[in-house]
Protein backbone atom coordinates (compact mmCIF):
# COMPACT_ATOMS: atom_id res chain seq x y z
CA UNK A 1 0.00 0.00 0.00
CA UNK A 2 0.87 3.24 -0.66
CA UNK A 3 2.11 5.52 2.32
CA UNK A 4 2.55 9.20 0.79
CA UNK A 5 2.55 10.16 -3.07
CA UNK A 6 2.18 13.01 -4.99
CA UNK A 7 0.55 13.60 -8.78
CA UNK A 8 1.50 15.82 -11.41
CA UNK A 9 2.11 18.25 -8.19
CA UNK A 10 3.19 21.82 -9.30
CA UNK A 11 4.32 24.55 -6.83
CA UNK A 12 4.32 28.08 -7.19
CA UNK A 13 5.40 30.48 -4.28
CA UNK A 14 5.15 33.94 -5.18
CA UNK A 15 5.29 34.37 -8.79
CA UNK A 16 8.09 31.55 -9.15
CA UNK A 17 7.68 28.23 -10.10
CA UNK A 18 9.65 25.92 -7.43
CA UNK A 19 7.78 22.35 -8.29
CA UNK A 20 7.06 20.99 -11.72
CA UNK A 21 4.86 17.69 -12.29
CA UNK A 22 6.33 16.27 -9.23
CA UNK A 23 5.07 12.53 -9.28
CA UNK A 24 6.53 10.40 -6.66
CA UNK A 25 4.90 7.59 -4.72
CA UNK A 26 6.57 5.92 -1.25
CA UNK A 27 4.91 2.67 -0.16
CA UNK A 28 4.43 1.54 3.32
CA UNK A 29 7.74 0.97 5.36
CA UNK A 30 9.94 2.35 2.27
CA UNK A 31 13.01 4.79 3.44
CA UNK A 32 12.90 7.25 0.80
CA UNK A 33 15.81 9.85 0.61
CA UNK A 34 15.14 13.42 -1.25
CA UNK A 35 18.33 14.74 -2.87
CA UNK A 36 19.18 17.27 -4.79
CA UNK A 37 21.30 20.65 -4.87
CA UNK A 38 20.56 23.59 -3.00
CA UNK A 39 17.54 25.35 -3.94
CA UNK A 40 16.06 22.33 -6.09
CA UNK A 41 12.75 22.16 -4.09
CA UNK A 42 13.26 19.51 -1.73
CA UNK A 43 12.34 21.18 1.38
CA UNK A 44 9.04 22.39 -0.87
CA UNK A 45 8.04 18.92 -1.39
CA UNK A 46 8.12 17.62 2.33
CA UNK A 47 6.50 20.62 3.23
CA UNK A 48 4.20 19.96 0.60
CA UNK A 49 4.04 16.49 1.58
CA UNK A 50 3.04 17.77 5.09
CA UNK A 51 0.50 20.14 4.48
CA UNK A 52 2.41 23.30 4.92
CA UNK A 53 3.04 24.51 1.61
CA UNK A 54 -0.34 24.28 0.08
CA UNK A 55 -0.41 22.59 -4.43
CA UNK A 56 -0.63 24.92 -6.54
CA UNK A 57 -1.35 21.86 -9.43
CA UNK A 58 -1.83 17.88 -9.03
CA UNK A 59 -2.36 16.39 -5.13
CA UNK A 60 -0.71 14.78 -1.92
CA UNK A 61 -2.56 11.65 -1.44
CA UNK A 62 -1.42 10.60 2.37
CA UNK A 63 -2.87 7.08 3.21
CA UNK A 64 -4.93 6.98 0.64
CA UNK A 65 -6.73 10.44 1.63
CA UNK A 66 -5.85 13.23 -0.63
CA UNK A 67 -4.55 16.14 1.05
CA UNK A 68 -7.70 18.50 0.32
CA UNK A 69 -9.63 16.87 2.40
CA UNK A 70 -7.92 18.13 5.32
CA UNK A 71 -10.61 17.08 8.22
CA UNK A 72 -9.88 13.39 6.94
CA UNK A 73 -6.50 13.63 6.76
CA UNK A 74 -4.81 10.94 9.21
CA UNK A 75 -2.34 13.48 10.22
CA UNK A 76 -1.98 11.90 13.39
CA UNK A 77 -0.18 8.68 11.47
CA UNK A 78 2.77 11.42 10.74
CA UNK A 79 5.40 13.02 12.29
CA UNK A 80 7.58 15.72 10.64
CA UNK A 81 10.96 16.91 11.32
CA UNK A 82 11.58 20.19 10.51
CA UNK A 83 15.51 21.70 9.59
CA UNK A 84 16.93 22.17 12.99
CA UNK A 85 17.02 25.52 12.32
CA UNK A 86 13.48 25.87 14.09
CA UNK A 87 14.54 25.08 17.31
CA UNK A 88 16.52 28.49 17.23
CA UNK A 89 14.41 30.49 19.74
CA UNK A 90 15.16 32.04 22.85
CA UNK A 91 12.08 30.30 24.88
CA UNK A 92 13.76 28.62 27.16
CA UNK A 93 12.01 24.60 27.07
CA UNK A 94 13.40 21.35 28.77
CA UNK A 95 13.60 18.34 26.09
CA UNK A 96 10.50 17.08 28.17
CA UNK A 97 8.53 20.20 26.60
CA UNK A 98 9.96 20.29 23.32
CA UNK A 99 9.05 16.31 23.56
CA UNK A 100 5.45 16.82 24.73
CA UNK A 101 4.28 19.67 22.44
CA UNK A 102 4.61 16.85 19.82
CA UNK A 103 1.06 15.79 20.98
CA UNK A 104 -0.71 19.02 21.06
CA UNK A 105 -3.47 18.26 18.53
CA UNK A 106 -5.14 21.80 16.41
CA UNK A 107 -7.73 22.26 19.60
CA UNK A 108 -6.39 22.73 23.12
CA UNK A 109 -9.63 19.77 24.52
CA UNK A 110 -7.65 17.38 22.22
CA UNK A 111 -4.44 18.01 23.03
CA UNK A 112 -2.71 15.07 25.13
CA UNK A 113 -2.02 16.18 28.59
CA UNK A 114 -1.59 14.38 32.34
CA UNK A 115 0.39 11.69 33.19
CA UNK A 116 0.29 9.53 29.79
CA UNK A 117 1.86 12.38 27.88
CA UNK A 118 4.54 12.32 30.19
CA UNK A 119 5.03 8.82 29.94
CA UNK A 120 5.24 8.36 26.16
CA UNK A 121 7.21 11.58 26.09
CA UNK A 122 9.79 10.10 28.03
CA UNK A 123 9.33 6.77 26.05
CA UNK A 124 10.31 8.97 22.84
CA UNK A 125 12.88 10.39 24.41
CA UNK A 126 14.49 7.13 25.56
CA UNK A 127 14.24 6.00 21.51
CA UNK A 128 16.43 8.21 20.57
CA UNK A 129 19.07 8.44 24.17
CA UNK A 130 17.75 11.17 25.61
CA UNK A 131 15.34 9.53 28.31
CA UNK A 132 18.22 11.13 30.87
CA UNK A 133 18.55 14.54 30.27
CA UNK A 134 14.43 15.20 30.02
CA UNK A 135 14.95 17.65 32.05
CA UNK A 136 17.60 19.89 30.56
CA UNK A 137 17.06 22.56 28.78
CA UNK A 138 17.39 22.46 25.10
CA UNK A 139 19.58 25.51 24.46
CA UNK A 140 22.38 23.87 26.31
CA UNK A 141 21.84 20.88 23.54
CA UNK A 142 24.34 19.72 21.03
CA UNK A 143 23.24 19.96 17.39
CA UNK A 144 23.23 15.94 16.85
CA UNK A 145 21.26 16.39 20.78
CA UNK A 146 18.81 18.87 19.51
CA UNK A 147 18.25 16.65 16.40
CA UNK A 148 17.40 13.84 18.10
CA UNK A 149 14.92 15.37 20.42
CA UNK A 150 12.84 16.60 17.51
CA UNK A 151 13.21 13.47 16.19
CA UNK A 152 11.67 12.36 19.74
CA UNK A 153 8.77 15.50 19.19
CA UNK A 154 7.73 13.73 15.94
CA UNK A 155 7.73 9.90 17.40
CA UNK A 156 5.75 10.81 20.09
CA UNK A 157 2.71 10.78 18.41
CA UNK A 158 3.82 7.40 17.15
CA UNK A 159 3.39 7.74 13.57
CA UNK A 160 3.47 5.16 10.97
CA UNK A 161 5.51 8.18 8.41
CA UNK A 162 7.50 10.13 9.66
CA UNK A 163 9.19 12.84 7.27
CA UNK A 164 12.69 14.33 7.88
CA UNK A 165 14.18 17.53 6.35
CA UNK A 166 18.03 17.04 6.32
CA UNK A 167 17.83 15.33 9.45
CA UNK A 168 22.36 14.95 9.65
CA UNK A 169 23.41 18.63 8.70
CA UNK A 170 25.49 20.50 10.68
CA UNK A 171 26.17 17.21 13.41
CA UNK A 172 29.19 15.64 13.94
CA UNK A 173 29.77 11.97 13.08
CA UNK A 174 28.62 10.55 16.23
CA UNK A 175 25.78 11.79 16.38
CA UNK A 176 24.99 10.73 12.22
CA UNK A 177 25.68 7.78 13.24
CA UNK A 178 23.69 7.71 16.75
CA UNK A 179 20.86 8.66 14.58
CA UNK A 180 21.43 6.42 11.31
CA UNK A 181 20.51 4.02 14.24
CA UNK A 182 17.27 5.48 15.73
CA UNK A 183 16.19 5.66 12.10
CA UNK A 184 16.99 2.19 11.47
CA UNK A 185 15.36 0.92 14.68
CA UNK A 186 11.88 2.57 13.30
CA UNK A 187 12.74 1.47 9.59
CA UNK A 188 13.22 -2.71 11.27
CA UNK A 189 9.63 -1.83 13.13
CA UNK A 190 8.18 -0.68 9.78
CA UNK A 191 7.75 2.99 9.88
CA UNK A 192 7.52 4.88 6.31
CA UNK A 193 10.54 7.12 6.09
CA UNK A 194 11.24 10.24 3.82
CA UNK A 195 13.92 11.99 4.21
CA UNK A 196 15.41 15.54 2.77
CA UNK A 197 19.65 14.53 2.52
CA UNK A 198 22.70 16.25 1.43
CA UNK A 199 24.29 13.08 1.40
CA UNK A 200 23.21 9.66 1.86
CA UNK A 201 26.04 9.57 4.27
CA UNK A 202 25.66 7.32 7.58
CA UNK A 203 21.82 6.47 6.25
CA UNK A 204 22.68 4.82 2.99
CA UNK A 205 22.40 1.16 3.84
CA UNK A 206 18.77 1.93 4.76
CA UNK A 207 17.79 3.55 2.00
CA UNK A 208 15.32 1.82 -0.39
CA UNK A 209 15.01 4.54 -2.96
CA UNK A 210 16.00 8.16 -4.00
CA UNK A 211 14.28 10.44 -5.40
CA UNK A 212 16.15 13.40 -6.75
CA UNK A 213 15.54 16.95 -7.96
CA UNK A 214 17.06 19.40 -10.11
CA UNK A 215 15.01 22.88 -10.49
CA UNK A 216 11.97 21.39 -9.41
CA UNK A 217 12.21 18.12 -11.52
CA UNK A 218 12.57 14.47 -10.72
CA UNK A 219 15.57 13.57 -12.52
CA UNK A 220 15.58 9.48 -10.76
CA UNK A 221 13.39 8.22 -9.06
CA UNK A 222 13.86 4.35 -7.94
CA UNK A 223 16.62 2.37 -6.24
CA UNK A 224 19.89 3.85 -5.10
CA UNK A 225 22.28 2.08 -7.90
CA UNK A 226 26.09 1.49 -7.34
CA UNK A 227 26.51 0.99 -3.44
CA UNK A 228 29.61 2.28 -2.05
CA UNK A 229 31.92 -1.10 -2.92
CA UNK A 230 30.18 -1.95 -5.44
CA UNK A 231 31.43 -0.47 -8.11
CA UNK A 232 34.41 0.26 -6.09
CA UNK A 233 33.38 4.06 -5.97
CA UNK A 234 31.89 6.39 -3.24
CA UNK A 235 30.36 8.72 -5.23
CA UNK A 236 28.46 9.71 -8.09
CA UNK A 237 27.43 12.63 -9.43
CA UNK A 238 24.04 13.29 -10.58
CA UNK A 239 23.79 14.59 -14.33
CA UNK A 240 23.42 18.03 -14.94
CA UNK A 241 21.12 17.38 -17.57
CA UNK A 242 17.94 16.73 -16.33
CA UNK A 243 18.06 13.33 -17.61
CA UNK A 244 13.96 12.01 -16.20
CA UNK A 245 13.84 9.09 -14.01
CA UNK A 246 16.93 7.50 -15.09
CA UNK A 247 20.23 9.11 -13.47
CA UNK A 248 22.48 7.15 -11.60
CA UNK A 249 22.88 8.20 -8.33
CA UNK A 250 24.04 6.52 -4.44
CA UNK A 251 25.49 9.20 -3.17
CA UNK A 252 25.30 13.05 -3.90
CA UNK A 253 27.42 15.62 -2.98
CA UNK A 254 26.21 18.96 -4.49
CA UNK A 255 26.85 22.36 -3.12
N1 LIG B 1 8.18 31.19 0.34
C1 LIG B 1 8.92 31.24 -0.77
N2 LIG B 1 8.70 32.19 -1.71
C2 LIG B 1 9.42 32.23 -2.85
N3 LIG B 1 10.42 31.35 -3.15
C3 LIG B 1 10.68 30.39 -2.24
C4 LIG B 1 9.95 30.27 -1.02
N4 LIG B 1 10.44 29.19 -0.33
C5 LIG B 1 11.42 28.67 -1.09
N5 LIG B 1 11.56 29.39 -2.22
C6 LIG B 1 12.52 29.13 -3.29
O1 LIG B 1 12.24 27.84 -3.79
C7 LIG B 1 13.45 27.21 -4.23
C8 LIG B 1 13.52 25.84 -3.58
O2 LIG B 1 13.68 25.99 -2.18
P1 LIG B 1 13.76 24.73 -1.23
O3 LIG B 1 14.01 25.26 0.16
O4 LIG B 1 12.59 23.88 -1.46
O5 LIG B 1 15.04 24.00 -1.81
P2 LIG B 1 15.95 22.89 -1.15
O6 LIG B 1 16.26 21.94 -2.25
O7 LIG B 1 15.31 22.35 0.07
O8 LIG B 1 17.22 23.73 -0.78
P3 LIG B 1 18.31 23.55 0.41
O9 LIG B 1 19.09 22.32 0.08
O10 LIG B 1 19.12 24.79 0.30
O11 LIG B 1 17.55 23.46 1.71
C9 LIG B 1 14.59 28.13 -3.83
O12 LIG B 1 14.98 28.86 -4.98
C10 LIG B 1 13.95 29.05 -2.81
O13 LIG B 1 14.56 30.31 -2.83
Known sequence: MTAI???????????????????????????????????????????TMVGIVPPSRGGVEIF????????????????????????????????LEVVRSGLLGPRSLWADRGPSAKRKALAALGAVGLEDRANDHVQVFSGGQSQRVLIA???????????LDEPLAGIDRESREQLAETLEGLHRAGVTIVTVLHDLGELAPL?????????????????????????????????????????????????
Open 64 to 95: GTDIHKRGSVPWSRMGYVPQRVATASGVPATA
Open 153 to 163: RALVRQPDLLI
Open 207 to 255: IDHTVVLEDGHVTFDGPPVGAPGEHGEDHHHVDAEPTPHHAPVLRTEIS
Open 5 to 47: STRDLDVILGSTRILHNVSVEVAEGETVAVLGANGSGKSTLIR
